[in-house]
């Protein structure tokens, strides 16, 4: 009975750690992870309004020339730092997407694990219960009725 008892409360003790992990190691990087997508989503903003300034300097540029600016050194940088600008809105916003689908796999893992954690924990209590502790409460009620006769 000895190894049979140890392999279920392995089972449940197994099923409790499970549990206890699926529970906290997955929420706590979805955190982190909530927290790195919401700085990119901040510096996104920041810089898209960076290009409605450069966006508004251009527009300004081109009314005071008549839209004869075609080769202004002012313009061509404005231009220029409009693509740059722009590019780091697309990367970030990537990113941001990217974050939040890692959010939703440790979402869905964490809450898998701790299904089979608290299964298994309930499994293998269970069948301790059932198959150990049961029998042996009624062999030691045997034992003390036996032993209370004979005194």
């Known amino acids: 009975m000895q190894i049979t008892d140890n392999l279920y409360k392995h089972l449940a003790l197994w099923g409790l750690a499970s549990l206890v992990f699926s529970l906290v190691y997955p929420f706590s990087q979805v955190h982190r992870f909530n927290l790195e997508a919401y700085e990119l989503q901040a510096q996104a903003t920041v810089d898209y309004n960076v290009k409605e300034s450069l966006m508004a300097q251009r527009q300004s540029i081109l009314e005071d020339s008549g839209g004869a600016a075609g080769n202004d050194p002012t ?18 916003t990537d990113k941001a997407d990217y974050q939040l689908y890692i959010i939703s796999l440790y979402t869905k893992f964490g809450l898998a694990g701790a299904v089979v954690g608290l299964l298994s924990a309930i499994v293998g209590f269970r069948l301790w ?13 045997e034992h003390q009725r036996c032993h209370g006769e004979k005194s």
Not at 75 to 92: F, G, N, S
């Open 75 to 92: 313009l061509v940088d404005i231009d220029d730092e409009l693509l740059m600008v722009t590019a780091q809105i697309d990367a970030r």
């Open 129 to 141: 219960y059932v198959r150990v502790q049961r029998p042996l409460d009624v062999y030691l009620q």
